[in-house]
């Protein structure tokens, strides 16, 4: 006797072979999904904590006379980008350094005025206009400081960006930006090997293109 549609649908639904073949396909995208998203964060946290302490390491040696010229600095800043590197090979790092007379100049950072139209002021250095230029180097700085690390006594800020892809190619399925970008930032004085270089007044300049 043929059976009906009713027999055979009870018969399936008793039926447990493969049962859990089926349920591990379900659950392991969702269960993988979350081990690599931990790894992943965690490695990131893991480059973070080590771009840290290599930058504060380093910052403290940049701020003896010893480390004054550029091929020193060169010398302090490779040793942050190889520790850096081994935990992420195909990283990006990038170095900057901005230097003021005292900690109140560096924390405000405030741009150098410009002397622009009320009218069109954007407040930025555009060509046809002139600003104070405060540090006498010449050029507009956005962020109120001299580039490098200055001299004696200077304060200095110290920043490293770092981009690199994740540790996975599984970010758009996690809701995660294809690549991580950390950013660690210092702040310390120069050691006093010598005597402040004087700042001297400001002096009204042309912005560039003028």
Known sequence: MIASATEWFGRFSRHESGASILEFGLIAPVAML??????????????????????????RNSALESSANPVQLDAVDLRVKESVLALAPGATITTSRSYYQTFSEAASSRAESVIEDPATANFRCDAGESFWDTNRNGTWDADGGSKGQGGARDVVIIKYKVKYPRLFP?????????????????????????????????????????
């Open 34 to 59: 979350l081990i690599f998203g931990t790894m992943d964060i965690g490695h990131s946290y893991f480059v973070r904590a080590t771009l840290n302490g290599a930058m504060q390491t380093m910052a």
């Open 170 to 210: 599984l970010a758009k399925f996690m809701g995660l930006p294809a690549n991580v970008e950390l950013e660690s930032n210092s702040i310390l004085a120069n050691q006093p090997y010598g005597e402040q270089a004087a700042k001297g007044q400001p002096v009204q300049t042309n912005c560039p293109g003028f």
